[in-house]
């Protein structure tokens, strides 16, 4: 009788301890996620704090135009390479992984020269500060987009620690390029400073993955994920577009001293919106892993991804009014006073963006790139115009209004699709998703 009682329920133990270690190793991944967040958090944040206090609020503005233009460029780049790569290459066999980073970061390779190449002679042409910001930009974008790219490839195989420690290496590598900048003190070489740092991470990454750039694989890759690149690069340009876009026409509204003056805020809430830009990282990769092994979760994780962002951010939003004046001096130097008294709506615009990228998560892991795009294409005419709407009626602070209201509707609309495309995969399923 006892053996029978031990067949019995040794063949249950591994299925009853089975999805405990599942979500112990996703827990894992998430983590290394936020200690990845985190370092690129720290080093955005260091480097806004550092150019900010060295150049003064009008040459910081110039600053953040080189900062969103890479922005543009950087979502070309994820929509090409490394988005696909994260919905159809998470948690496959090292051989497919491999083969697949050594397309997609090749592909990266070549967006970074051929843009950079446009970019710099664009900022010859224009000269002045701007010129010669615009013109560093371009000498350094093929290495900031390629540390990007070992990122997302790092978070695809389930290795965020790879990930953490490039972020760390160029966090480390900033340090003497920023003290060299502030020497010269001009925007354009804290602009080659940020760029130099990066590019020494995206070597690095070379030697963590073993793996080489393959610009000859770029044809290959994009041919056979049109279906998802084409659709991602328009929803993260019109994303990153919008940005652009808002702050161009607020210097043309107000003057190029408030464009210093959003970047400004935006700072404050640097961890927030760190974790916002690089979401796709950790929570994409994990919601594909999530379709594939339970499906029926997809909307409670989206749900609960969410949620925590939004109420994150509106803590740290709290916590950053009870700020003194003294303290935010110390930190922002003259950007603090115009700045903090954009705490209250640049708080609720993040919290309401952190509780649509929840639902943006779930569109990208299920590969329903007809319904992202459709969304982005709404929250990002949003933006646009609230925050160009807001900056005409009641100037920066009327922007920042108009931006927060905007993200909440836009919010909206992707949980709307979220909930369509979660319908259509229980009917369907695999309809949308393609793996390797």
């Not at 290394?32 to 060295?54: E, P």
């Not at 319904?371 to 920042?400: E, I, K, M, P």
């Amino acid at each position: 009788m006892t053996t029978e009682g031990e067949n019995t329920t040794t063949p249950a133990a591994p299925a009853e301890h089975a999805p405990r270690a599942a979500k112990r190793a996703m827990f894992g991944r998430l983590s290394w996620g936020l200690a990845d967040q985190a370092a690129s958090s720290i080093s955005n944040f260091a480097v806004g704090i550092y150019v900010a206090r060295s150049l003064g609020l009008a040459a910081f503005g110039v600053f953040t135009l080189a900062w969103v233009t890479y922005g543009v460029v950087l979502s070309v780049s994820r929509g090409l390479a490394a988005d696909p790569l994260v919905v159809r290459f998470s948690g496959v066999s090292d051989a497919s992984w491999r083969g697949a980073v050594a397309r997609s970061s090749g592909t990266v390779l070549g967006v970074g020269v051929a843009i950079g190449a446009a970019c710099a002679l664009v900022g010859l042409a224009v000269g002045g500060r701007v010129g010669s910001a615009f013109a560093a930009l371009g000498v350094v974008l093929p290495g900031l987009l390629l540390q990007d790219a070992w990122r997302y490839a790092f978070f695809a195989a389930g290795t965020g620690r790879k990930a953490f420690i490039n972020d760390v290496v160029w966090g480390v590598a900033l340090v003497p390029a920023m003290v060299v900048a502030a020497r010269v003190g001009s925007v354009a070489a804290f602009v080659l400073a940020w760029g130099a740092s990066a590019t020494v991470a995206a070597l690095y990454g070379c030697f963590q993955s073993g793996i080489r750039p393959h610009m000859a694989g770029a044809r290959q890759w994009l041919r056979e994920h049109r279906d998802l690149s084409y659709r991602y690069v328009v929803e993260n340009v019109s994303t990153s577009g919008a940005s652009q876009l808002r702050a161009y026409g607020l210097g043309a509204i107000v003057g190029i001293s408030a464009v210093g003056v959003i970047r400004g805020a935006e700072l404050l809430l640097g961890p927030f919106m760190a974790v916002l830009m690089g979401l796709s990282l950790v929570t994409v990769a994990e919601a594909a892993r999530v379709v594939r092994q339970a499906p029926h979760q997809l909307g409670r994780f989206c749900l609960l991804l969410g949620g925590a962002q939004a109420v994150a951010a509106l803590l740290w939003g709290a916590a950053l009014l009870l700020v003194p004046d003294r303290l935010g001096e110390l930190v922002l130097g003259d950007v603090w006073g115009s700045a903090s008294e954009l705490i209250v709506p640049a708080t609720l615009g993040v919290a309401g963006a952190g509780l649509g990228t929840g639902a943006a998560a779930g569109l990208r892991a299920l590969g329903a790139a007809r319904r992202s795009l459709r969304s982005q294409l709404f929250a990002s005419t949003c933006y646009v115009g609230g925050g160009l709407g807001g900056a005409a009626l009641a100037g920066t602070v009327g922007s920042a209004w108009g931006v927060a209201a905007a993200t909440v509707c836009g919010s909206a609309v992707w949980w709307v699709q979220l909930r369509s495309a979660l319908r259509e995969h229980h009917h369907y399923p695999l309809r949308e998703v393609r793996t390797p």
